[in-house]
């Protein structure tokens, strides 16, 4: 993605980090609610050109899995903050090699996917999972900042958005 990226060192505080990271992916899924195509509006969407706008994406932090048990090679668990501005554009983006799962901590946001003929709207306390099949952007459409934390695996390739 081609859009403001603000980057932090790696925060030094591992128990912190890890902390963090069960809540993401354990507590917070399990209260929350998933936000998805409203039914019978499933659908084509055509590729979408805005241009990225009023987005920061902050790398929390990465872990690389190389080094962990798993070994997985070329990739990074990796946590953001994404705030995005009113009027802000995520833009049109593939999951194809990078499984991520969102959660909205504030503000409300449209994510308009490949799959669904009407915007998807996501809410405080949403929670969204985006897999190979997810092509998609994102709008906000209000009128105050979208909070989204994001995590995902991460191919290292040559892409300069780690830590």
């Given at each position: 993605m081609t859009f403001n990226q603000t980057l932090r060192r790696p925060i030094p505080?591992?128990?912190?980090?890890?902390?963090?990271?069960?809540?993401?992916?354990?507590?917070?899924?399990?209260?929350?609610?998933?936000?998805?195509?409203?039914?019978?509006?499933?659908?084509?969407?055509?590729?979408?050109?805005?241009?990225?706008?009023?987005v920061t994406d902050t790398?929390?932090?990465?872990?690389?899995?190389?080094?962990?048990?798993?070994?997985?090679k070329g990739r990074l668990f990796r946590m953001r903050k994404l705030v995005i501005?009113?009027?802000g554009v995520v833009p049109w983006h593939s999951h194809h090699d990078r499984p991520a799962i969102i959660y909205v901590i504030s503000g409300t946001v449209e994510e308009y996917a490949s799959t669904c003929t009407v915007p998807i709207v996501h809410?405080?306390?949403?929670v969204t999972t985006e897999t190979h099949?997810?092509?998609?952007?994102?709008?906000?459409?209000?009128?105050?900042?979208?909070?989204?934390?994001?995590?995902?695996?991460?191919?290292?390739?040559?892409?300069?958005?780690?830590?």
């Open positions: 505080n591992r128990p912190f980090v890890a902390g963090l990271l069960a809540v993401a992916f354990v507590a917070l899924p399990l209260a929350a609610k998933a936000a998805g195509c409203p039914a019978g509006k499933e659908g084509v969407r055509p590729p979408d050109n805005t241009p990225a706008s009023g790398v929390i932090a990465s872990t690389d899995l190389a080094l962990e048990p798993a070994a997985i501005e009113p009027g809410a405080p306390g949403d099949a997810t092509s998609h952007w994102w709008k906000n459409t209000g009128t105050v900042p979208v909070v989204l934390l994001s995590a995902d695996l991460f191919p290292v390739k040559d892409n300069a958005h780690t830590m």
